[in-house]
């Protein structure tokens, strides 16, 4: 059957005939480990799906959010909905790029590491979150050293303990309050990485997909500490949709994809509703669910090759700011606002910030990510080159 390998290009197998039938063999879908990813086209529309996601969450957090619409608040000092209504509007649905971010970080990651060994994936891993990481903490820090008076400075062990990116996972507050997203990242990178080393096929990713999606469903009811630690209910659904999307997008559509990622926004929706009630208080179920299903169709879209068109080089650019942008943004772009919130229009001074922000993000990219990232894969490559042959020699 047609196939679609990672980058979007569709191929199509041609059969061996079988010795001494003289006719081809029954058509199967792949069951070994893929061993390597073929090339073909870049998704440039998931690039752009991935900033506007970014967007959404700084414009969210800079004029949507309930703290920002309380009185006397430290950031604006006065309700931002009295400040500009239109812009609080539409800004209190900007939270949903992170349940944005997750559905594409499932494809992603399960298209980039198609192929790969688990070696290749945790090397992959460190060099794509750590760099910017950590100089969004330096720079984080620095600015709410030099501007205090809205943000609780950490102390500095729990500043170093966020280098390592596993503080949610000692009870150590974040640096910056976006950064809760990464620690679910890191859980499912961690799961993941289970089918990784076992080779990544169509079964078994269908197969994770089920299994851990059971284990969503029962964590909140099992109380059972560690499976709702590892299982992560509030976001797993949100991955696994996009590991669907992405075997629709290689293999094709197929009964079984539909109904993964029918329950996926059926459990979203759900997941959607309780982030309403419990953390957002600002913005309603239907909204929410709305422009949530209107990414989802557009996801679709791109598994099933109807963006294939879009390729516009600018995207990718477009799309390497995403992660600086975000980490970025949050505790050092509130205590801007709070130093500058009488020197010019509120519309005009958070346009200003995303403007700045998205340069910084380019220069970060540029001047850091490509260097560290470059540095830590090729000191990465020699350790794990010289763990294969220390382990070669003790055998002989």
């Given at each position: 059957?047609?196939?679609?390998?990672?980058?979007?290009t569709?191929?199509?197998?041609?059969?061996?005939v079988?010795?001494?039938?003289?006719?081809?063999?029954?058509?199967t879908?792949?069951?070994?480990?893929a061993t390597?990813?073929r090339?073909?086209?870049?998704?440039?529309?998931i690039?752009?799906?991935?900033?506007?996601?970014?967007?959404?969450?700084?414009?969210?957090?800079?004029?949507g959010t309930?703290?920002?619409?309380?009185?006397?608040?430290?950031?604006?000092?006065?309700?931002?909905?009295?400040?500009?209504?239109?812009?609080?509007h539409?800004?209190?649905?900007?939270?949903?790029?992170?349940?944005?971010?997750?559905?594409?970080?499932?494809?992603?990651?399960?298209?980039?590491?198609?192929?790969?060994?688990?070696?290749?994936?945790?090397?992959?891993?460190?060099?794509?979150?750590?760099?910017a990481?950590?100089?969004?903490?330096?720079?984080?820090?620095?600015?709410?050293a030099a501007?205090?008076?809205v943000?609780?400075?950490?102390?500095?062990?729990?500043?170093l303990?966020?280098?390592?990116?596993?503080?949610s996972?000692?009870?150590?507050?974040?640096?910056?309050?976006?950064?809760?997203?990464?620690?679910?990242?890191?859980?499912?990178?961690?799961?993941?990485?289970?089918?990784?080393?076992?080779g990544?096929?169509?079964?078994?990713?269908?197969?994770f997909?089920c299994?851990?999606?059971?284990?969503?469903?029962?964590?909140?009811?099992?109380?059972?500490?560690?499976?709702?630690?590892?299982?992560?209910?509030?976001?797993?659904w949100?991955?696994?949709?996009g590991?669907?999307?992405?075997?629709?997008?290689?293999?094709?559509?197929?009964?079984?994809l539909?109904?993964?990622?029918?329950?996926?926004?059926l459990m979203?929706q759900?997941?959607?509703?309780?982030?309403?009630?419990?953390?957002?208080?600002?913005?309603?179920?239907?909204?929410?669910?709305?422009?949530y299903?209107?990414?989802?169709?557009?996801?679709?879209?791109?598994?099933?090759g109807?963006?294939?068109?879009?390729?516009?080089?600018?995207?990718?650019?477009?799309?390497?700011?995403?992660?600086?942008?975000?980490?970025?943004?949050?505790?050092a772009?509130?205590?801007?606002?709070?130093?500058?919130?009488?020197?010019?229009?509120?519309?005009?001074?958070?346009?200003?910030?995303l403007?700045?922000?998205?340069?910084?993000?380019?220069?970060?990219?540029?001047?850091?990510?490509?260097p560290?990232?470059?540095?830590?894969?090729?000191?990465l490559?020699?350790?794990?080159?010289?763990?294969?042959?220390?382990?070669?020699?003790?055998?002989?």
């Open positions: 059957m047609p196939m679609r390998d990672a980058q979007g569709l191929s199509i197998p041609v059969p061996e079988a010795v001494g039938t003289g006719r081809p063999p029954r058509p879908r792949p069951r070994g480990p390597s990813v090339t073909g086209p870049r998704l440039y529309a690039d752009a799906i991935r900033l506007l996601a970014a967007l959404m969450v700084a414009v969210h957090h800079y004029a309930r703290r920002v619409n309380q009185p006397d608040n430290a950031i604006w000092d006065r309700p931002v909905s009295e400040i500009m209504p239109t812009v609080f539409f800004a209190t649905y900007g939270w949903i790029g992170v349940e944005i971010f997750f559905v594409i970080s499932g494809f992603v990651i399960c298209m980039s590491c198609w192929g790969r060994t688990p070696r290749q994936f945790f090397v992959s891993r460190v060099i794509r979150l750590y760099p990481y950590w100089f969004a903490i330096v720079f984080t820090t620095a600015v709410l501007l205090p008076g943000w609780e400075r950490l102390r500095p062990r729990d500043v303990l966020n280098l390592t990116m596993l503080q996972g000692s009870g150590v507050q974040n640096v910056d309050g976006v950064y809760w997203t990464l620690w679910a990242e890191l859980r499912f990178y961690l799961l993941f990485l289970l089918v990784v080393v076992t990544l096929t169509y079964r078994k990713v269908v197969v997909c299994v851990w999606g059971a284990a969503a469903m029962l964590a909140p009811v099992a109380s059972f500490p560690l499976l709702d630690l590892l299982a992560g209910p509030d976001a797993a949100y991955f696994i949709a590991l669907a999307l992405y075997l629709m997008h290689r293999f094709g559509q197929d009964l079984l539909w109904g993964i990622l029918a329950m996926s926004w979203g759900r997941e959607l509703g309780q982030r309403i009630d419990e953390v957002e208080h600002v913005s309603s179920w239907r909204g929410a669910v709305l422009l299903t209107v990414f989802l169709l557009v996801m679709i879209a791109i598994a099933l109807l963006t294939d068109r879009i390729r516009w080089k600018w995207l990718v650019t477009a799309g390497s700011l995403t992660y600086p942008l975000y980490l970025m943004h949050y505790a772009g509130t205590t801007l606002i709070n130093r500058l919130r009488d020197t010019m229009d509120a519309r005009l001074l958070v346009a200003s910030l403007a700045c922000f998205l340069v910084l993000s380019y220069l970060v990219h540029c001047c850091v990510e490509r560290l990232a470059g540095a830590l894969k090729r000191g490559d020699t350790s794990f080159a010289r763990m294969r042959n220390a382990g070669r020699a003790d055998r002989e």
